[in-house]
T-cell receptor, first 112, second 112 residues
Framework: DGGITQSPKYLFRKEGQNVTLSCEQNLNHDAMYWYRQDPGQGLRLIYYSQIVNDFQKGDIAEGYSVSREKKESFPLTVTSAQKNPTAFYLC???????????FGDGTRLSIL | SQQGEEDPQALSIQEGENATMNCSYKTSINNLQWYRQNSGRGLVHLILIRSNEREKHSGRLRVTLDTSKKSSSLLITASRAADTASYFCATDEPHAGNMLTFGGGTRLMVKP
């Protein structure tokens, strides 16, 4: 079955630590996205990539970094510069920008 | 930035009743999409309606789009307890690189 896999499901970050969230898709989609969702809120775009080896900042990129070395993979690093990282992180992909997005089941990040 | 705004923010109905959720947006769009999110899970795409379409159906779902009023509605007929979820509209904005902008969502509770 095609889909998007996010791991881990739960992640804890210590003060000053960088953590990396994994996102893998086998849908052969060109576009991939990272969103942040705070409790009771909608989604805010962190980074997106429309093609391999290219990515763009979204609305709230500060304190985050990404890479897109393979079509299937779009990992997100939450750096120590992100002072309020506690949130639910969602990865998505689509055939191309603006079309229907397929989502993973998210990673919940908390601070220790 | 938040383009789509859902109304109401929360809705509670009895099983078998119809549920109507509305979405308003501010700028021109290529398409408008509706998604469902069960608690603690990723979003699931429901329907995409393009700017030149006025109505679309999928099973018990009916979506309308009025570009003159910059609004859309999602109707769920004969609701079931399993429809309990948050529902989000998302707009594809041509001036924003075809990125989706999500609203804050409507939290629907269907009581058995």
């Amino acid at each position: 079955d095609g889909g998007i896999t996010q791991s881990p499901k739960y992640l804890f970050r210590k003060e000053g630590q960088n953590v990396t969230l994994s996102c893998e898709q086998n849908l052969n989609h060109d576009a991939m996205y990272w969103y942040r969702q705070d409790p009771g809120q909608g989604l805010r775009l962190i980074y997106y990539s429309q093609i391999v080896n290219d990515f763009q900042k979204g609305d709230i990129a500060e304190g985050y970094s990404v890479s897109r070395e393979k079509k299937e993979s779009f990992p997100l690093t939450v750096t120590s510069a992100q002072k309020n990282p506690t949130a639910f992180y969602l990865c998505a992909s689509s055939i191309e920008s603006g079309e229907a997005q397929h989502f993973g089941d998210g990673t919940r990040l908390s601070i220790l | 930035s938040q383009q789509g705004e859902e109304d109401p923010q929360a809705l509670s109905i009895q099983e078998g009743e119809n549920a109507t959720m509305n979405c308003s947006y501010k700028t021109s769009i290529n398409n408008l999409q509706w998604y469902r999110q069960n608690s603690g899970r990723g979003l699931v795409h429901l329907i995409l309606i393009r700017s030149n379409e006025r109505e679309k159906h999928s099973g018990r779902l009916r979506v309308t789009l009025d570009t003159s009023k910059k609004s859309s509605s999602l109707l769920i007929t004969a609701s079931r307890a399993a429809d309990t979820a948050s529902y989000f509209c998302a707009t594809d904005e041509p001036h924003a690189g075809n990125m989706l902008t999500f609203g804050g969502g409507t939290r629907l509770m269907v009581k058995p």
